[in-house]
């Protein structure tokens, strides 16, 4: 296997351990009782995350760019054969997604070319499966395979007025029909060792269809983990191909990019030296570099059609002069080596919060039984007459935490109802309403002013909501930080302040979704002459996205509270017990005098009992944390 399949299978092999790992902590974290309903939806939530993690690369070329060929070189070399079609001229007629669901059978879904005249986008257009058509891909089926991705290269006659109501023009006016893509969409599921580690592969057509599609120029491509942007040494950087790069590509700053200088077998001259060949490959290279504005190291020069040759024969030194072995390796490194560093940190963080919240109550607990030990051994020998105290004192104690309990439940009524106005902020009726009424403006706009004022009216009532819940929970977390710090100081709860929260990174990609929108909506009207379908198109794309930020801001807004909240109740439960525990060891003192040494033992044993699941809790989260920091040592290791 090639050095990019090892990585992705490792990768694919560390979620799988870890999710096993994360499991077996769930099963057994009953054992330790305290907040375990709360670590249990907590880790499942980490195990939901990792299950459908994936690494997207988006491959973006004009045509007869070579990139079918690569994509067969850098993911397929072992099956030995052309996985995608790879000839002269257009191979992917249709933008095409490729990758792996085991719980679906293997097939290729197929958009139909006349849904462009919906208005829905075409993530919405995934819910509604009776629109495709679906091929079925037995495994391990490789005639069927190779059969439906040429179904991608389909093409049909449309007339001229038919064709143009869905986005498409001929080069010759006097012809009456003008050849168009058959499908739209499609998507490929099959079973492939790289894709069922959670590999996906986004095979984009050229220029034309990504400025159709917005769901390729706003969703697909920026929020792919990483391009691979792909020339040819043969025609170098074209004027479509800087229009690409420009305003598809380069927009997007945080995107992995890795630009790919293909055939350069052309350049092989057997009338030339190795080291001829080898400078004019590094002046073209340098050329391409200055043109895109990027350092040379980031061009790639490869034969992806050599590289394939040289590893299904076996010849190591073809296979090096193809150069495909570096490309592999900084995707290798870069992409899947950063997107497992960034997974595995997070859910360090996150999992070191919930073991830790869960280990200070069982903490708490023996703490207190250290001090109910000491209380118990007080009252030995002629001390007895100190219970009327004792208990005077214990019931002072839990009068003064019930004053902050009430205290609690008014701070808690007052969250309730400040958490209630930010969630209404962040609610689906609410953008519903907006998102409509940016509909019918649209609608009712027929010049490029009108769509603009529609989008920034929306764009800013989603940043004014997501301010206003920011503004909303630093108010919760200050009034929640107040409450923290009365019951440590005056109960003894050892809790640290509350963590903070900030939507800042949902505005963010707000702002980021706004400018490329404002961007090419410019570009669009111009090449559209205002055809409303595609425009309306468009913009329920942008709409869709904007729905995922509030979405997603608004289960982060919920996750937040829960996790302000959980830890304070579950150490108010334990010091309730504690409270009543005390009193109770004391009241059966007093009614039987010769029981003081065997509750003091019980206590002893109940310490003991805490101890040794604090030593659970440790050993539990061991094979965790384990697998997460061995990976920060081995990536550490290979960017040394």
């Avoid at 305003?247 to 200088?261: A, E, T």
């Avoid at 490309?327 to 996150?350: D, F, T």
């Avoid at 109910?372 to 003064?400: D, H, K």
């Avoid at 400018?515 to 055809?531: C, D, E, N, P």
């Amino acid at each position: 296997m090639a050095v990019l399949g090892e990585r992705i299978a490792s990768y694919g092999d560390w979620r799988r351990d870890l999710v096993a790992a994360l499991r077996r902590y769930v099963e057994r974290v009953a054992d330790l009782e305290p907040g375990e309903s709360a670590v249990r939806t907590k880790v499942g939530e980490l195990i939901e995350r990792l299950a459908t993690e994936r690494v997207s690369i988006a491959l973006v070329a004009e045509f007869s760019r070579g990139k079918s060929e690569l994509i067969n070189a850098l993911f397929f070399p072992d099956s030995r054969e052309r996985i995608v079609p790879s000839s002269a001229g257009r191979t992917t007629m249709c933008p095409t997604e490729i990758g792996y669901e085991a719980a679906r059978p293997g097939s290729i879904r197929l958009l139909p070319i006349e849904t462009r005249a919906r208005a829905e986008s075409l993530r919405e257009l995934r819910d509604f499966p009776e629109i495709w058509e679906e091929f079925a891909i037995p495994d391990g089926d490789s005639e069927t395979l190779r059969a439906a991705f040429a179904m991608v290269q389909q093409t049909r006659l449309l007339g001229r007025q038919d064709a143009a109501a869905l986005g498409f023009g001929g080069d010759d006016e006097d012809e009456d029909f003008v050849e168009i893509p058959r499908w739209r969409h499609a998507i490929v599921n099959f079973n492939h060792p790289v894709l069922a580690q959670g590999l996906v592969l986004i095979d984009t057509p050229g220029l034309n269809a990504i400025g159709a599609e917005p769901e390729l120029t706003l969703r697909l491509i920026p929020e792919s983990d990483a391009v691979v942007f792909v020339l040819a040494a043969d025609t170098g950087v074209t004027a479509s191909d800087l229009e690409v790069w420009r305003r598809y590509i380069n927009v997007h700053p945080g995107l992995g990019r890795f630009v790919v200088l293909n055939k350069i077998d052309g350049l092989w001259d057997e009338l030339r030296t190795q080291g001829e060949i080898d400078a004019e490959i590094a002046r073209q290279a340098d050329a391409v570099a200055a043109v895109l504005g990027i350092e040379t190291a980031r061009v790639f020069p490869v034969s992806a059609q050599k590289g394939l040759v040289a590893r299904i024969q076996g010849d190591a030194q073809l296979l090096a002069r193809s150069r495909i072995k570096r490309l592999e390796a900084a995707l290798a490194s870069e992409l899947v080596g950063r997107q497992q560093e960034i997974i595995a940190n997070k859910i360090l963080r996150e999992f070191d919060t919930v073991v830790a919240a869960q280990r200070t109550v069982l903490a708490a607990r023996r703490r207190g039984a250290i001090e109910q030990v000491a209380e118990l051994e007080g009252l030995r020998g002629r001390n007895i007459g100190r219970v009327p105290y004792m208990q005077s004192r214990i019931q002072t104690e839990r009068s003064e935490f019930e004053r902050g309990l009430r205290r609690l439940h008014g701070v808690r009524a007052v969250c309730s109802k400040h958490a209630r106005a930010a969630l209404e902020r962040l609610g689906s009726s609410r953008f519903q309403g907006a998102a409509q009424e940016a509909r019918n403006q649209v609608g009712a706009s027929h010049f490029l002013p009108g769509l603009r004022a529609a989008s920034i009216t929306l764009f800013a009532q989603l940043r004014d909501d997501l301010a206003t819940a920011d503004g909303i929970a630093t108010e919760i977390g200050t009034l929640m930080g107040a409450i923290y710090r009365d019951f440590s100081q005056d109960h003894g709860i050892a809790l640290g302040l509350p963590a903070l929260m900030s939507l800042r990174r949902h505005r963010d990609e707000l702002d980021r979704i706004e400018k490329v929108h404002l961007r090419h909506l410019g570009a669009l009207w111009l090449v559209s002459f205002g055809r409303r379908e595609l425009m309306q198109r468009f913009f329920e794309t942008v709409l869709s996205q904007v729905e995922d930020v509030r979405r997603s801001a608004g289960r982060e807004f919920q996750s937040w509270l829960r996790a302000v909240l959980g830890p304070l109740e579950a150490h108010v439960r334990e010091h309730q017990s504690q409270l009543r525990r005390r009193l109770e060891s004391i009241e059966r003192v007093v009614e039987a005098a010769d029981s003081l040494e065997e509750r003091i033992a019980e206590i002893v044993q109940l310490r003991l009992a805490v101890e040794q699941k604090l030593e659970f809790a440790d050993q539990l989260a061991a094979p965790v944390r384990r697998l997460l920091r061995e990976l920060a040592t081995a990536v550490e290791a290979e960017t040394a």
